[in-house]
């Protein structure tokens, strides 16, 4: 039997060893968990004092550029990646946070969106449809949740800075400033939610904002933030028209020239008029060859020989190609592109500095189309002057908006031509008019490449719904009477 005093030298460097580890491995431990390694009760230990050897330490994390103060962990850097704790960056970037015992997972409650993460995964889902992936999963350490700082910041749409300095950093996390959105319009945000809508949402009562946010995805693993652009697809026929009410007051058209007298080699053409194209009352096809590349002469060459589909002013059909028509008409008109005639009269005068044709190359929020039941990056959405080819934001529609209130751009005339309705589809020129409420709704449509948009406002001044969405194929249209009819309530 071995005596009790040997068994004590026997397990001292045993002791020893054990010391010596715990004292290079660090003060703390973290552990990443997933789905496997819980079920085997496995955890893996990182080296938090030399952290992992990254040379660039985590010296400061600020919120808004005030220092934060930590309570339970500290921000560090692991392979590369900044972690902060979840629960108290959250807070500092003024989120409510809470406990889902039925998703077992952190939730976070900010500017109307509800996001979920469940520690040691790499996901934050936003609104139950929307998800956020992460480079890494989160961490815990000490039972503290750490995040991956950027994620978190993306999913509450917060903006991240880093400056460097002698082998330093400070990272700034700037709170979102540009979503608003009020009491009054807390049923609409869960009504879009619900039809889980992704784009851009403004609703504004005599002009003051009640409601400016964004939906979904802007393009991969990056949310759409109510300050960016999108193309406005066939809200684009409202700048035509007024463009050429403009034109008219200016004496270099007239309502009744005929389509002949600017683009001949049409099918009576010299009885479709400037007014008939406006009011979709010509009986021009309705679409037209939206191959890349093509010119506005070359796309109105390729339509020439389409057979009209009613007699000049009979009936009524919805005509991309009358807008496009009635770009070349502008140009012809005008002595001007289309771009610059717009441009020149309209958004400058009016500050919409965020607005205007539409390149390849215009940072605007991606369009998506729907695949498989999932929605994937749509392709290049081409169209031609006139019919759809301007982006824009919510602010400048609102000003656009605005504008057609008075007489800041057109006069009273122009403006009564516009928003009266000349068939039994009670189109005006470049509006759809619903007579029917009171004050009189005002509104439009648009459809694209991976874009579903539209306008809804009252004549003269009074509530004003502007989605800008980025998804194919949804009802824009409906989702306006409905927010509407909500705002009533």
């Known amino acids: 039997m071995m005596n009790i005093c040997n068994k ?5 460097p045993y002791l020893l060893s054990a010391i010596l580890i715990w004292m290079c491995t660090g003060w703390g431990t973290i552990t990443a968990s997933s789905a496997s390694a819980a079920a085997a009760s496995t955890t893996l230990t990182i080296n938090t004092s030399s952290n992992a050897g990254n040379t660039n330490q985590v010296t400061k994390v600020t919120f808004d550029g005030v220092s934060a103060q930590w309570s339970t962990e500290e921000p560090f850097i ?6 902060v704790s979840l629960q108290e960056a959250a807070k500092h970037l003024n989120a409510k946070v809470s406990w889902n015992t039925k998703k077992r997972a952190t939730e976070l409650y900010h500017n109307g969106d509800t996001i979920l993460h469940r520690s040691g995964t790499s996901t934050f889902t936003i609104n139950q449809y929307t998800s956020l992936q992460a480079s890494s999963p989160s961490l815990s350490k000490n039972g503290t949740t750490m995040v991956p700082l950027r994620t978190l910041a993306e999913a509450l749409k917060a903006n991240v800075a880093v400056t460097r300095e002698n082998n330093h950093q400070t990272i700034n996390v700037s709170h979102d400033s540009v979503t608003i959105i009020s009491k009054q319009a807390e049923v609409a945000n869960n009504y879009l939610i619900n039809q889980q809508y992704s784009g851009l949402a403004l609703i504004a009562r005599h002009g003051e904002i009640l409601m400016r946010k964004g939906y979904g995805l802007s393009e991969e693993n990056k949310l759409v933030r109510p300050d960016r652009s999108s193309r406005i697809a066939s809200l684009t026929k409202s700048f035509t028209a007024a463009s050429i009410m403009k034109l008219v007051e200016e004496g270099k058209l007239k309502l009744t020239d005929s389509l002949e007298s600017y683009i001949p080699g049409f099918e009576n053409g010299d009885q479709i008029t400037i007014h008939m194209l406006l009011s979709h009352t010509s009986g021009i096809t309705s679409n037209f060859p939206r191959e890349k590349g093509m010119t506005l002469h070359q796309t109105i060459e390729a339509i020439k020989d389409k057979p009209l589909s009613f007699k000049p002013g009979s009936d009524f059909k919805y005509s991309n190609s009358g807008y496009m028509l009635l770009g070349s008409i502008i140009e012809q008109a005008s002595g001007m592109s289309y771009s610059d005639y717009v441009s020149e009269n309209f958004l400058q005068p009016l500050g919409m500095d965020h607005t205007g044709e539409a390149a390849a190359t215009t940072p605007t929020i991606k369009g998506y189309i729907s695949a498989n039941g999932a929605w994937k990056i749509a392709g290049e ?9 301007l982006y824009s934001t919510l602010d400048d529609l609102l000003k656009w908006d605005a504008a057609l209130n008075n007489e800041e751009t057109l006069n009273q005339s122009s403006l009564d031509k516009m928003f009266t309705p000349y068939s039994y589809k009670n189109y005006g020129y470049g509006w759809m008019i619903d007579n029917e409420q009171t004050p009189a709704v005002l509104f439009h449509n648009g459809s694209g490449t991976g874009y579903s948009t ?11 719904i502007i989605l800008l969405g980025n998804q194919a194929g949804r009802d824009t249209i409906t989702f306006m009477k409905e927010i509407r009819n909500i705002m009533k309530q």
């Open 78 to 83: 692991y392979k590369g990646t900044a972690y």
């Open 454 to 464: 539209g306008i809804s406002r009252n004549l003269g001044g009074g509530l004003t």
């Open 381 to 389: 959405y081409n169209s031609q002057s006139g019919s759809g080819t």
């Open 8 to 12: 004590k030298f026997v397990l001292l």
